[in-house]
Each structure stands twice: as structure tokens, then as C-alpha cells.
């Protein structure tokens, strides 16, 4: 707890019911984006050996595919070829729609990881999730 809310000169957030502070999308993004994201490993390039920015093929190519196949229920065929570009898709999506998706974003996410947790992932992503949630 912050210095502030231990002397009452600031409120606590109340407990969030039908709606999403700004302040926890924020915090729920950026555990994503340290936990997985962070650790993106593009794929190889056989010719000079050197790590490419492809989605496709890389480390996280099958939590990207669930994304678009699963969870958005959009053809694959229209992931973007690089990583930021991709990622941007997703952020867009996450910071525009509603509360409850918000959430649903995160679950499908910490199944998926469960279920097939890529390369280099590190990290404790659920714990982290329910660091956010209770501040």
C-alpha cells in the first residue's frame, strides 16, 4: 500500500463492479507484456542464422494463432507478419472493448499458456495478474 493510502490523504480504489479503471487495464496489460511479451524469440533465419521479427514461427506462434483462431474468431491468414504489428492488434483490441473482455483476454491467455506454454516464457504470470488485481 502506498504511502498516501496508509494516511487516508488519498482513497483506495472501491471495488470495481460492472466496470475498468484506466489505472487496471493498464496494470493488467503491462503483466502481459512483461510476462509474455518480453519474451518473444522471432524465428530464424536459415540462411544468416539471425532472429527475424515474424509472429509466425516463432516462440509465441501458437498463443498468436489461438488468438486469432479462438479467441478473436478471425482468419489466421490475416495475423501480420511482425510482431509489433500483431501486438498492435491485440492492444487495440484489449484497450477498446469492454470490461468483462478485458477479463476474458486474460483467462483465455493463462490457459493457453497453460496449456502450451511457449519457449523462454518466465516469469509468474498469474501471480502477477493477482498482484493487480488487489491493489
Known amino acids: 500500500m502506498l504511502f498516501s493510502h496508509r494516511m487516508g490523504l488519498k ?22 507484456v512483461e510476462n509474455v511479451l518480453r519474451n518473444f524469440r522471432g524465428s530464424l533465419d536459415g540462411v544468416f542464422g539471425r532472429q527475424l521479427p515474424h509472429v509466425l514461427g516463432s516462440n509465441l506462434d ?21 510482431f509489433d504489428e500483431a501486438v498492435g492488434v491485440l492492444r487495440n483490441h484489449f484497450f477498446g472493448c469492454k470490461w468483462n473482455e478485458v477479463y476474458d483476454f486474460v483467462d483465455f491467455t493463462i490457459r493457453q499458456l497453460m496449456t502450451r506454454p511457449p519457449e523462454g516464457l518466465t516469469g509468474n504470470m498469474v501471480t502477477d495478474f493477482n498482484s493487480v488485481l488487489e491493489r
Open 62 to 82: 501458437s498463443l498468436f494463432r489461438a488468438y486469432w483462431f479462438s479467441y478473436l474468431k478471425i482468419p489466421t491468414d490475416t495475423i501480420p507478419p511482425t
Open 11 to 32: 482513497p483506495r480504489s472501491a471495488l470495481q463492479l460492472g466496470v475498468m479503471d484506466k489505472e487496471l487495464r493498464n496494470g493488467l496489460w503491462s503483466v502481459l
